[in-house]
C-alpha cells in the first residue's frame, strides 16, 4: 500500500472567508506577524502501489476538488 496527500486550497482570485477570519482573530489572541491565511483541505488515501498518478490526479480532479474555484496537488508519501 501507497500512502497519498492530495491538498486542496481556494485559487488565488477566490475569497477565502474562512482564512480571513482566522486572520482576523490572530491579533485578539495575541498573535502578531500574520497577514494572510488560507484556509483548504488535505485528504490522506492509502491506495494500492498499481494506482498509477494519472488516476491519483482525475480522483483529485473529479471527487475531492472543485477545480472551478479549488487548486490541488497530490503527492505521495512514506508510510
Same mark, same amino acid.
Given at each position: %500500500? ?6 486542496? %486550497?481556494p ?5 477565502d ?6 486572520a482576523?482573530?490572530? $491579533? +485578539? ?12 483541505? +488535505?485528504? &490522506? ?5 498499481n ?15 472543485? $477545480? ?7 503527492? +505521495?508519501? &512514506?508510510s
Amino acid at each position: %500500500m501507497a500512502r497519498v496527500v492530495v491538498d486542496v %486550497m481556494p485559487k488565488q482570485e477566490i475569497l477565502d472567508p474562512q482564512g480571513q477570519a482566522v486572520a482576523n482573530a490572530l $491579533p +485578539r489572541q495575541g498573535f502578531e506577524g500574520v497577514s494572510q491565511v488560507r484556509q483548504g483541505k +488535505r485528504f &490522506e488515501l492509502e491506495v494500492d502501489e498499481n494506482v498509477d498518478d494519472d488516476t491519483l490526479a482525475r480522483i483529485a480532479e473529479n471527487f475531492l476538488a472543485n $477545480p472551478v474555484i479549488e487548486d490541488w496537488a497530490v503527492r +505521495r508519501v &512514506e508510510s
